[in-house]
Each structure stands twice: as structure tokens, then as C-alpha cells.
């Protein structure tokens, strides 16, 4: 087969492929099926010489269908680096306690009520808590400087920041 031909059928079918291996994806699609089909596409241009013409469509369709397959047997699990659920910043966690925390950590009572909680904290909690929400450190810089992956850095202060939220529920209700 000629290149001509197969870039004729690559410049005729390529969105319809795209979308093909879109429909057999799941999660960021977009990026993940124009990437499989380019790189099924460049292989196929590499051995455009053996192909039969007549079957370069059933040929293409079933190439992008087994790197599907085996992007999906090969693919390592990702793990997302924002903080939700029961982390978040510390100002979510007081605005879901109390309407107006900033106005509350701006009397002296708020403050002290603060440099108690992160006391409960453990070392590595506290020095994340104040590095990130109050220095204002990024993850990434932050472990580098402290020599944590930046995954250990999370967990710690998702942890911390549970523990924060229990610490000032539990003082709103005595308060109450």
C-alpha cells in the first residue's frame, strides 16, 4: 500500500477514530484517545507497505481496540493530589463550624484557641499545616524542603486537618 493512501485514510477517518477510542475509554478521555490513536497511526504508517488496502479500515479499528486493551491492563492507578473530602484548607474547615472564622481568628480568644489545636497536633501535622495553609508553601516545594514524598505530606495534613475539625466542633459545642 502507498503512504498516499493511508494518509488519505488518516486525514478522512482521524476524528472518527478518535472518537472510537474515546467511546472505549473512561476518564480524561480526550487527551488519552488522541495520544492511542496517534501513536497506532504512526505504527501503522511504519509498516504501510505490508498492509492490503481492502482491509486498512478493519485493520486500524482492531489495532486502536487491543491498545485500548492494553492501555487498560498496563495502566497504573492515579491518585488525585487535591485534598477533598474530610481535608481541604483550614478556612473550609472553620467556615463549615462557624459563619465568619477570619473575624473569629482576628480576636485574641480566636488565636488562642488556634495555637491550642494545632498543639494536638503531631509535629509533622503542625510543621505541614503551618508550612502550606499559613506560609503558604506549595506541596511540591514542601517536599522537596522536607525531604517527605508529596503524597506522606497530604495524608499528614488531611489527618491534621480532620483532627482541627474535631477540635473546634468540640469546642462550638461546648460553647453552645
Known sequence: MKDR???LFIRN??????????????GPVRVDAEDLVHDVLISILER???????YLA???YRALKNRVIDQARTRKPTVSLDITGDGGSLLDTLKSIEPNPLERLQ???GREQLFIALEQLSDMEKDVVIAHEFEGIPFR???IRMDTPQNTLLSHK?????????YFSQA???KS
Open 5 to 7: 493512501d493511508v494518509g
Open 13 to 26: 477517518e482521524r476524528q472518527k477514530l478518535v472518537s472510537y477510542v474515546a467511546s472505549l475509554l473512561t
Open 48 to 54: 504501510s507497505d505490508r498492509l492490503a488496502p481492502e
Open 58 to 60: 478493519a485493520y486500524v
Open 107 to 109: 480576636t485574641a480568644q
Open 141 to 143: 516545594e514542601l517536599a
Open 158 to 166: 488531611a489527618r491534621a486537618i480532620r483532627k482541627l475539625k474535631q
Open 172 to 174: 462550638q459545642g461546648e
